[in-house]
């Protein structure tokens, strides 16, 4: 079991920013397990999306409907992901789900939900305009 805890949504005005977290609880086993982790959104009445993603190699993808304005990037001496988002619109609105999976080198990380198989419970992000 690999929990994922996500924090930093709120309500905010078209034009904002916010960044997203997303801390990774370890178990022992895992310690030294590299991971595909990527941060997905769900409006109401939507299938979940992609929007960014990042190995623990340093690569990273980003959905282009966000390219430009939100940047993924970790920190593994923290064991925290992070989504910063700027520049927020409308259609930003949503949950935001923070997931994970073991990585081995020669795989590709991306934005795929079905390539994920740990998730956090989400955080919401709504923007007005």
């Known amino acids: 079991q690999v929990p994922l805890v996500e924090s930093g949504g709120g309500s905010v005005q078209a034009g904002d920013s916010l960044k997203l977290s997303c801390r990774m609880t370890?178990?022992?086993?895992?310690?030294?397990?590299?991971?595909?982790m990527g941060w997905f959104r769900q409006a109401p009445g939507r299938q979940r999306e992609g929007v960014a993603v990042?190995?623990?190699?340093?690569?990273?993808t980003v959905a282009d409907f966000v390219k430009g304005r939100f940047t993924i990037y970790k920190d593994n001496a923290k064991d925290s992901l992070y989504l910063e988002m700027n520049s927020l619109e409308p259609g930003d609105t949503a949950m935001y789900y923070c997931a994970a999976d073991p990585f081995y080198l020669g795989n590709r990380c991306a934005p795929t939900e079905g390539n994920f198989g740990y998730w956090g419970q989400g955080t919401q992000v709504t923007v007005s305009s």
């Open positions: 370890q178990d022992t086993d895992t310690t030294n397990r590299m991971y595909c």
């Open positions: 990042i190995d623990d190699t340093g690569y990273s």
